[in-house]
T-cell receptor, first 110, second 114 residues
Framework: QKEVEQNSGPLSVPEGAIASLNCTYS??????FFWYRQYSGKSPELIMS????GDKEDGRFTAQLNKASQYVSLLIRDSQPSDSATYLC??????????FGKGTKLSVKP | DTAVSQTPKYLVTQMGNDKSIKCEQN?????MYWYKQDSKKFLKIMFS???????INETVPNRFSPKSPDKAHLNLHINSLELGDSAVYFC???????FGYGYTFGSGTRLTVV
């Protein structure tokens, strides 16, 4: 059973700090990795994708991938209260579907 | 100009009833999915279709039947609804299967079975 693991949180950080969200996955053959943000009562929204080892930056967001350790993370710099949401890690499955983690709830305190 | 639209947004029904949820995408994507999100926010795949062809059919009760009349539509019909079916159901689409392209999700249908 292919799995994606995340710490459910909640993770609480002060406004302006760096929020670090982590995810591990079980399928060593996985090639595509995604971070989704889901506000309460809303649908998941894609914020980052990463396919190769290393860092990928997009504005205040940085995704980091280490395939040898089967680990993917998301850093949010200068966290804002509007970043408070559940962050879902997703890994591409062999049938083209995405396998989701259970999400980490982030709370950014003003 | 909604990309992936689902109807209805809310559905409250009694046990034993039959109901349908409709999904349409105007992105020109080839692959569509149904996911179920339970009360703990866990998103689990139910079905995927590529160009009207069923690709994934996870361990879902036979009471759930997807129908794809064309590649822009993927509907979900549920027979004999049970209390445990209460959840949020998301439709999604992606450009291409097999490479884990990011999905675009619909707004979800919150199903409550009473």
């Amino acid at each position: 059973q292919k799995e994606v693991e995340q710490n459910s949180g909640p993770l609480s950080v002060p406004e302006g700090a760096i929020a670090s969200l982590n995810c591990t996955y079980s399928d060593r053959g996985s090639q595509s990795f995604f971070w989704y943000r889901q506000y309460s009562g809303k649908s998941p929204e894609l914020i980052m994708s990463i396919y190769s080892n290393g860092d990928k930056e997009d504005g205040r967001f940085t995704a980091q991938l280490n395939k040898a350790s089967q680990y993917v993370s998301l850093l949010i710099r200068d966290s804002q209260p509007s970043d408070s949401a559940t962050y879902l890690c997703a890994v591409g499955g062999s049938q083209g579907n995405l396998i989701f983690g259970k999400g980490t709830k982030l709370s950014v305190k003003p | 100009d909604t990309a992936v639209s689902q109807t209805p947004k809310y559905l409250v029904t009694q046990m034993g009833n039959d109901k349908s949820i409709k999904c349409e995408q105007n992105l020109g994507h080839d692959t569509m999915y149904w996911y179920k999100q339970d009360s703990k926010k866990f998103l689990k795949i139910m079905f995927s279709y590529n160009n009207k062809e069923l690709i994934i059919n996870e361990t879902v009760p036979n009471r759930f039947s997807p129908k794809s009349p064309d590649k822009a539509h993927l509907n979900l019909h549920i027979n004999s609804l049970e209390l445990g079916d209460s959840a949020v159901y998301f439709c999604a689409s992606s450009q291409e299967e097999g490479f884990g392209y990011g999905y675009t999700f619909g707004s979800g249908t919150r199903l409550t079975v009473v």
